[in-house]
């Protein structure tokens, strides 16, 4: 596999990951480990948004599309702290 399909691949894993942890940790019972697993899902956000980034720079990612998903990163971000915000005040 090329370094742009590697590219492509881990920037698929991360956005993956971030909906996976947010599901994985709505089911463990306990608002410590919800929040737990939105800080995990917020880390693999960043990851999406530094991976879209560095696709735009090199060119292998459309500056459109790459400006699309750096916009829905900061949505990502901004819902995920309001809820960890949320999780912690009910905890």
Same mark, same amino acid.
């Given at each position: 596999?090329?370094?742009?399909?590697?590219?492509?691949?881990?920037?698929?894993?991360?956005?993956?990951?971030?909906?996976?942890?947010? !599901?994985?940790?709505?089911?463990?019972? #306990?608002?410590?480990?919800?929040?737990?697993?939105?800080?995990?899902?917020? $880390?693999? &956000? %960043?990851?999406?948004?530094?991976?879209?980034?560095?696709?735009?720079?090199?060119?292998?990612?459309?500056?459109?599309? !790459?400006?699309?998903?750096?916009?829905? #990163?900061?949505?990502?971000?901004?819902?995920?702290?309001?809820?960890?915000? $949320?999780? &912690? %005040?009910?905890?």
């Amino acid at each position: 596999m090329c370094a742009e399909g590697d590219l492509k691949s881990q920037l698929r894993r991360a956005a993956i990951s971030v909906v996976s942890n947010i !599901a994985e940790g709505s089911e463990h019972g #306990s608002d410590r480990e919800f929040h737990r697993f939105l800080i995990m899902a917020n $880390a693999s &956000n %960043a990851e999406v948004l530094a991976q879209a980034m560095i696709a735009q720079d090199i060119g292998w990612l459309e500056i459109e599309v !790459a400006d699309q998903i750096i916009v829905q #990163s900061g949505i990502v971000c901004r819902m995920l702290n309001r809820l960890m915000v $949320a999780v &912690n %005040a009910s905890g």
